[in-house]
């Protein structure tokens, strides 16, 4: 009886093992299928960022508008930008530059904000959050 009960546990050991194994192998030929189209995503991802690092590459002279008054020096786009954190204007279009839209996320008390930058050609966006001390 004991090696009854010692082999039917064994069997039963082994069932699950298989049915772990058939599973993981759905699983990966799954994946192996959607392979090409992610890679064909983040191909097409890769080059629209190369284009935009291109277009903020090339610049010769700094040029930003923000909340339509052209600004041609660094410290007074960033100066006018947190004008408008101070102002409450969130989640709207403050700033372009260079064909970007630039806009401001408000990501509450404890996370601070998020300056998004968005290229309406490429639909790409990136973001970087802000610590700012909120007064």
Avoid at 7 to 18: D, G, V, Y
Avoid at 74 to 100: C, V
Avoid at 114 to 130: D, F, H, I, R
Wanted: proline fraction near 4%; hydrophobic fraction near 40%.
């Amino acid at each position: 009886m004991l090696k009854d009960v010692t082999l039917k546990n064994s069997i039963t050991r082994f069932q699950m093992l298989r049915s772990s194994w058939v599973d993981d192998r759905v699983r990966a030929n799954d994946q192996l299928r959607q392979l090409p189209t992610q890679i064909k995503a983040i191909t097409e991802d890769i080059a629209k960022q190369e284009q935009d690092v291109k277009a903020v590459k090339d610049e010769e002279k700094f040029a930003m508008t923000v909340n339509g008054v052209p600004l041609t020096e660094r410290p007074a786009a960033g100066d006018a930008i947190l004008e408008a954190i101070k102002k409450g204007q969130f989640n709207q279009d403050i700033a372009q530059y260079r064909g970007l839209e630039v806009k401001v996320q408000d990501m509450g008390p404890q996370a601070g904000y998020k300056l998004v930058v968005y290229n309406p050609a490429s639909g790409q966006e990136y973001a970087l959050t802000l610590s700012l001390t909120r007064t």
